[in-house]
């Protein structure tokens, strides 16, 4: 009688630790789960706002030619446009008799930033001035 209830114990016990080892193991795939998903929505979020930034600075670039399609060539000149959401805005540098044009955006709420050149040329000679795009690059910052 002795030996049933010290051979049910044990039972009892291995019961126990193998439940204890269990939760363990599925503990553990939770905490990788998460922190792969985790790992995950950090690099969408990065991408999305990058994408933002490039976007923000090609609009820019429109900007740029846009007024030069308007005015004609330009001095070299530099301005700034914000979104209406305040923070997003994109800088405008444009040079060399207004056949460069340099834009970066900001989206600011992730503080990416982005730069595009543009190399263009300009022809007619009156309003609407013709802008043809050369060159398009990203320049690496």
């Known amino acids: 009688m002795k030996d049933n209830i010290y051979i049910k114990s044990r039972k009892k ?7 204890l080892l269990v939760s363990l193991i599925i503990a553990t795939l939770i905490i990788a789960f998460l922190d ?7 690099l969408v979020k990065n991408h999305m706002y990058s994408v ?3 976007y923000i600075a090609e609009a820019g670039v429109a900007d740029a030619i846009n007024q030069i399609r308007l005015n004609g060539p330009l001095a070299d000149t530099q301005w ?3 979104f209406p959401s305040g923070a997003d805005q994109y800088t405008v540098t444009v040079s060399q008799s207004s056949t460069v044009i340099k834009s970066t955006g900001l989206a600011w709420a992730s503080n990416f930033s982005r730069t595009l050149e543009a190399k263009i040329s300009i ?3 009156s309003q609407p001035y013709n802008v043809s795009i050369n060159q398009w690059k990203e320049v690496a910052q």
């Open 123 to 125: 022809s007619g000679s």
């Open 36 to 42: 792969i998903t985790s790992t995950d929505l950090t």
């Open 13 to 19: 016990g291995f019961i126990l630790v193998l439940t």
């Open 52 to 54: 933002k930034a490039y």
């Open 80 to 82: 700034q446009a914000f």
